[in-house]
């Protein structure tokens, strides 16, 4: 059977609830209150300054600094190193007696003790006098030990005039060196000690040789330019506990040092001269959003930015709130492989018209950013959500959510953003403008995709204008009340539902459409017969739409799709009110097609009803051949087949000839308002063309029409009798 092991700790103990299921094992319900009554029972042991046992002592590892026990004469010691498991009763090395320790107020009654002695101890309350007109009188008090070799070192926190600081934790506070985390008085200068005290460096760039975190408390600090360091952590007590707001005349709350700098281009990357593996975590920068900085706290930037890190490698933000900046909040030059987690972003940038996120290349390098990975990302109420340029390659957003700015952002010549489970609502208040453009600055760059994964959409604008030669990829997702999708070229959409979208939706080039439901779409004002309503529009030839299905609700002289150019139409289902499913010329491949609409009248095309092969419903014209319809036409002789045929229709035809039998497939489509027939295919040992032919010169012909009343007529112009039988037929407009 396993025992309990214990954490030091004098935390509360949890209620179990009633409708919990009890549960065993090292982290079973079961087991939470005996295991924090153990680390009760441990601290206890360990701070209490109960009796000292060697047994207890080994078995969890030593005393702790500061830990206090009792010694068989009934005097208490105190603990002035880790993990000590000397018997002080034999051995007081790492031990000091407290009744030796005096108690000060704060570290200057500290400094003004005459003649310490080696190993003499204080307790000092706080750092600087405590005001008791505070609700937190006491910060960055401790226990300090006298080392008279040390005399002549004031490092200011750790180590002052001598008197060393008895230090419990990893962390290092920047309280300890004389931080006002009222936010009354500025700050920067116990921060910069802080650093310098435990890093030696105030360079961003190389590494520092310690891996350090420098912590701050509950409170407000005033600060400004605090240089990343690399190796160190800055960490708060929570977003909503550590607020770090810029001081009056700072650019930056935290920035990188000029020493870090640009990519080369001749030598490479000097990784002694980039900022590596620094981290800032837990806390506010800025002045806060709804939980933000009392309104006393005056004097601050109206300027500065939140975070400005460029030339690093390996950086993370976690758990950051920057909020209430007026500059950018985050600027990335030059950053590789960098991970930011749990950040978000409130009232950024809008007193300076800046980007809640800038990323960037260095002006004078041809390499940009690289491998920027942002997860749970939340932007509110900013400016402007970003800018993401110049050979940037690799930002990936995953679970994010945008919601309200008064610009729309920019991709510019990058290789290469994803979007994964991206959430946008409200994307624009202060007028119609795009989510996001994506450009090339100067065409000769060759940007690659970007890509969309899950998109959804509530109540927006607009959010992609692509004017650039990249490909976007919608994958997936849905937007309600959203009325436009998408402008420019190079559209890849599948999987994707909206409701109460448009009008025009899309309007694309090269594009393909497939396998979505648009559902209640086309709610214009007003009526328009330009097919400036119409909900997809089609500029060019180069676009597909497929396996889709439209439903709408207007009665306006709107259409589903509108047509610059042949595009291919297949597999689709169309149906609601709407009176067209296609405006402008029928051109292109147009075919399998379902269209129920019930509108008055309800028409495949905005142009005049025509015949069809298939006659699947009123109103879409009469007549046409049947299949199955066999004509045999002799030498040199002319034969119609039984009924009219017009532009829009697919005719497979099975040719006889000379005892064998080919297939033969034409198309019956439209241009310029006449009529005209192709030949798709054949494999007949004798030439197909469209026309009358020349007598003698071997070919079967397919002759062209004019009229709507023009039957389909063969002209065989071989020496061998043709006979022609209509198999398939379909309907193409």
């Known amino acids: 059977m396993t025992d309990i092991v214990p954490v030091p700790n004098w935390g509360g103990v949890r209620q179990l609830e009633t409708n919990e299921y009890a549960t065993g094992g090292l982290n079973g319900n079961m087991n939470e209150q005996a295991k924090s009554l153990a680390g009760q029972n441990m601290y206890s042991r360990l701070y209490a300054g109960l009796p000292f046992d060697p047994v207890f002592t080994a078995r969890v590892g030593g005393f702790p600094i500061g830990g206090k026990a009792a010694l068989e004469n009934g005097d208490i010691v105190l603990s002035t190193v880790a993990n000590n498991i000397i018997n002080p009763n034999v051995d007081m090395t790492g031990w000091v007696s407290s009744g030796n320790i005096l108690r000060v107020s704060h570290v200057d009654k500290m400094l003004d003790i005459s003649n310490p002695k080696n190993g003499m101890a204080v307790i000092v309350d706080s750092y600087h006098a405590p005001n008791f007109g505070l609700l937190m009188p006491f910060s960055g008090g401790g226990i300090f030990i006298y080392d008279s070799t040390k005399s002549l070192v004031n490092d200011k926190g750790l180590i002052v005039n001598g008197w060393v600081r008895v230090v419990n934790q990893e962390d290092v506070s920047v309280d300890w060196f004389g931080a006002d985390k009222t936010g009354v008085s500025d700050s920067t200068q116990a921060v910069l000690d802080a650093i310098l005290a435990t890093t030696g460096t105030l360079v961003s760039a190389p590494v520092s040789t310690k891996a350090v975190t420098i912590s701050f408390g509950d409170g407000y600090y005033r600060v400004g330019d605090i240089p990343l360091i690399g190796g160190v952590t800055f960490k708060g007590q929570g977003r909503s506990s550590t607020y770090l707001f810029p001081k009056a005349g700072a650019e930056w709350v935290f920035y990188t040092t000029p020493e870090s700098y640009e990519f080369n281009e001749t030598s490479g990357i000097d990784a002694a001269h980039r900022l590596c593996h620094t981290t800032i975590q837990d806390m506010t920068v800025g002045r806060g959003y709804v939980a933000k900085i009392p309104t006393s706290l005056t004097g601050y930037s109206t300027s500065a930015g939140g975070i400005y890190q460029q030339s690093s490698s390996w950086c993370k933000i976690k758990n950051v709130n920057i909020a209430g900046v007026d ?54 109420g900013v400016h402007k959500y970003f800018y993401i340029g110049r050979n940037s390659r690799l930002v990936y957003f995953d679970n994010s959510k945008f919601e309200s700015c008064e610009v729309g952002s920019e991709i510019v010549d990058t290789q290469g953003v994803v979007f994964s489970n991206l959430n946008l609502s409200n994307s624009s208040v202060a007028g119609v403008f795009p989510f996001v453009t994506i450009s090339d600055s100067d065409g000769s760059y060759s940007p690659l995709s970007v890509v969309f994964d899950n998109l959804s959409v509530n109540k927006a604008d607009w959010i992609v204008n692509n004017l650039s030669r990249a490909e976007v990829c919608i994958n997936g997702g849905s937007a309600v009340q959203l009325k436009t999708l998408f402008t420019g070229g190079n559209l890849q959409l599948s999987d994707f539902y909206t409701f109460e979208c448009g009008p025009q939706f899309i309007t694309c080039s090269a594009s393909t459409i497939r396998d979505s439901y648009f559902k209640s779409n086309l709610i214009p004002s007003g009526t ?62 147009h075919y399998d097609n379902l269209f129920l609409g019930t509108g008055a009248p309800y028409q495949f095309s905005t142009e005049p009803p025509k015949r069809s092969l298939l006659n699947r419903k009123n109103g879409l014209g009469a007549g046409g051949i049947s299949s199955n319809v066999s004509v045999t036409v002799n030498p040199e002789t002319a034969a119609d087949a039984a009924g009219a045929v017009l532009g829009g229709s697919l005719i497979n035809c099975r040719v006889t000839y000379l005892g064998g039998a080919y297939n033969l497939l034409l198309l019956a489509d439209t241009g310029s308002g006449a009529n005209k027939l192709q030949i798709v295919s054949h494999n007949l040992p004798i030439g197909v063309a469209t026309g009358n032919g020349v007598a003698g010169d071997g070919k079967l012909y397919v002759s062209n029409w004019s009229t709507v009343s023009s039957n389909l007529t063969f002209v065989n112009r071989s020496a061998n009798t043709v006979t022609i039988r209509t198999t398939t037929l379909s309907v193409v407009i």
Do not use: C, W
Not at 545 to 570: H, P, Q
């Open 528 to 589: 328009a017969t330009d097919g400036t309503k119409d909900f997809i529009v089609l500029v060019g030839s180069d676009n597909i739409i497929e396996n889709n299905k439209f439903l709408s609700y207007t009665t306006l002289n709107v259409a589903f799709i509108k047509l610059d150019g042949a595009s291919v139409i297949r597999n689709n289902q169309f149906n609601g009110t709407a009176p067209y499913v296609v405006r402008g010329a029928e051109q292109g491949n």
């Open 327 to 380: 500059g950018i909040g985050l600027k990335l030059i030059g950053v590789f492989d960098m991970d930011v987690d749990d950040l978000s972003m409130f009232s950024v940038g809008k007193a300076t018209n800046s980007e809640s996120i800038y990323i960037d290349r260095f002006p004078t390098s041809n390499d940009g950013s690289n491998v920027i990975h942002f997860r749970r990302l939340h932007i509110e």
